[in-house]
């Protein structure tokens, strides 16, 4: 049988027929992307999107920082939806809604950041040292809170009517937004919602104070499963 090599850019497929090579287990994208690989895409100068590009660049490529972008991709989607990104100098930007549709051709993960990911795999870290380490958990992976647990952990956050917000029906932030799915209960406001998702929309969207948000994950058991998620998220956005 051929051994795989390792491309210096490797595809999604690539990247995962390789994983699954020197692992001996099946990858997935949904999978890379949960074990903390970092996806790139390549995006080509224009007009539309000239903040993202510093002087002279006209190719670079966005690495798909947010974990709304990610979970995106995760679910299987067809293309990339980019909404929080760096920009060519390497700076944390926030795209203009409804953010960035790109083809899922572009998708690719560095060399490097596929070799970390497998010593890591290969020579796992000490109980001790991964205590302190907080783990990356995909919005996937969680099932969401529900409008009452929503409004007890953000209450207070802002001056916004987000009771109203969650009961008109339609997904906050976009159709892909903070609205991920229905509960098993049913019956009406059974919709479950991702409090990432839905805080730096309250943040980007309502103009509700950061300040209020860290306040809220740092001290509301309601999102402590939650709270490594919010903190990899800042800490990717430069928060």
Not at 20 to 32: I, K, N, S
Not at 123 to 140: F, G, I, R
Not at 195 to 215: C, E, I, Q, Y
Request: hydrophobic letters at 45%; aromatic letters at 8%; a neutral charge.
């Amino acid at each position: 049988m051929t051994s795989l090599s390792l491309p210096y850019r490797a595809t999604a497929i690539e990247a995962c027929a390789w994983l699954a090579q020197e692992t001996g287990t099946p990858w997935t994208l949904a999978r890379l992307l949960e074990q903390g690989g970092l996806p790139f895409v390549w995006l080509d100068y224009s007009e539309a999107w000239a903040e993202l590009f510093h002087d002279g660049v006209t190719r670079y490529a966005a690495p798909i920082v947010f974990i709304g972008d990610k979970q995106h991709l995760a679910s299987g989607a067809d293309d990339v939806w980019l909404r929080f990104t760096r920009d060519s100098g390497n700076i944390a930007i926030e795209l203009k809604a409804p953010g960035l549709r790109v083809p899922l051709d572009g998708l690719h993960f560095q060399e490097r950041d596929l070799l970390r990911l497998l010593k890591e795999l290969q020579h796992p870290q000490p109980a001790e040292a991964q205590a302190d380490k907080a783990p990356v958990v995909l919005p996937s992976a969680l099932k969401g809170l529900g409008r009452e647990q929503i409004l007890l952990a953000f209450a207070g956050v802002g001056k916004v009517d987000l009771d109203q917000g969650m009961a008109s029906g339609v997904g906050i932030f976009g159709d892909d937004g903070a609205r991920v799915r229905k509960n098993s209960r049913g019956g009406k406001n059974s919709h479950l919602w991702h409090p990432v998702t839905l805080a730096f929309g309250l943040h980007d969207v309502h103009r509700v104070p950061m300040a209020h948000l860290k306040k809220a994950f740092a001290t509301q058991p309601l999102l402590r499963e939650w709270k490594a998620d919010w903190l990899e998220s800042l800490r990717l956005l430069g928060e």
